[in-house]
Each structure stands twice: as C-alpha cells, then as structure tokens.
C-alpha cells in the first residue's frame, strides 16, 4: 500500500476484528464528541457485517492481526451529474499508528472500490479544527467550498 504503511493491509472488517474496530469507532465518537452507545456501535457493526445494507467498511490490520485503522462508506447518488459517488462517512487511525500513511492506505483503498464501481469521486467533511486530518486530506484531495447544514429532525 506504500513505503510507510509497511506490511498493513487493508480488508473488510471481520468478526476476529470486533473489539478493535470497537475501540476504534469508541475513539472516533470521542474525537468528535459525539454520544455513542454499545448499542449504536453493535447496530453500525450490524450493518458492515449485511452485504445488504449500504454501509460497507475497511479496516487497517497489522501483521499481528490487530486493526489499527477504520474506514466506513457508502454509495450515493449524485443527480446533477447523472453519476453515483462513494461518501467517505467515517475514517479513524489508532494515535499510535499515526505518519504511518494508514490513511492514506485506508482512502486509497476506498478509492479503489470506487474506481471499480465506476464511481466519480469520493467525498467526505471533517471537522474545520481537524488539523491533522486536514493535512492528510489537503494532500490526497481536493477541498471544496461546500458548506454543511444539518436540518434536525424530531
């Protein structure tokens, strides 16, 4: 996957990968400051493990076998340019395994499942204070001026 990344690869989480991507998915809800329950984090892993649902993941994984590394996506449909798009909903690498290009492998990736879907692009928003995220991003992509707003629903 690149120099940095050494023998990482990068697959769809298996059940051997559970309490993991657990503590992973722990961790990126506690890095957005989001409120994010066993029960929510069982039904999110429901849904990698049903080849129905829209939601597919990929996990980074050591050598070892530990995942190190997160990554959820979907398709979705983009009418204005009669295309389908892949959304990059939620990506997350262990403090620990950081500079080691395990984004980059992790996006790439999707990148990939893209390509060989005929997608047109991936996209995906991150926090205006995600410097670090940001700086991977900036150089793997290309920020958008798109601004987000959020219509809560009862």
Do not use: C, K
Request: a neutral charge.
């Amino acid at each position: 996957m690149g120099d940095m990344t050494g023998s990482i690869r990068i697959l769809p989480p298996a059940e051997r990968h559970r309490a993991d991507w657990e503590r992973l998915y722990a961790g990126y809800a506690a890095f957005y400051r989001a409120t994010q329950t066993p029960e929510m984090r069982a039904r999110v892993w429901s849904w990698l493990q049903d080849p129905a649902h829209e939601v597919e993941g990929l996990v980074a994984e050591t050598p070892e076998g530990r995942a190190v590394g997160l990554a959820h996506y979907r398709p979705f449909a983009r009418p204005l340019a009669a295309t389908t798009g892949g959304f990059l909903d939620d990506l997350f690498v262990d403090p620990e395994f950081r500079g080691r290009r395990v984004a980059d492998a992790l996006i790439g990736a999707v990148a990939g499942i893209g390509r060989e879907r005929g997608w047109s692009v991936i996209r995906w928003i991150t926090a205006d204070d995600n410097y670090r995220g940001r700086a991977v991003y900036d150089r793997l992509a290309t920020r958008t001026m798109w601004i987000t707003y959020d219509l809560r629903l009862p």
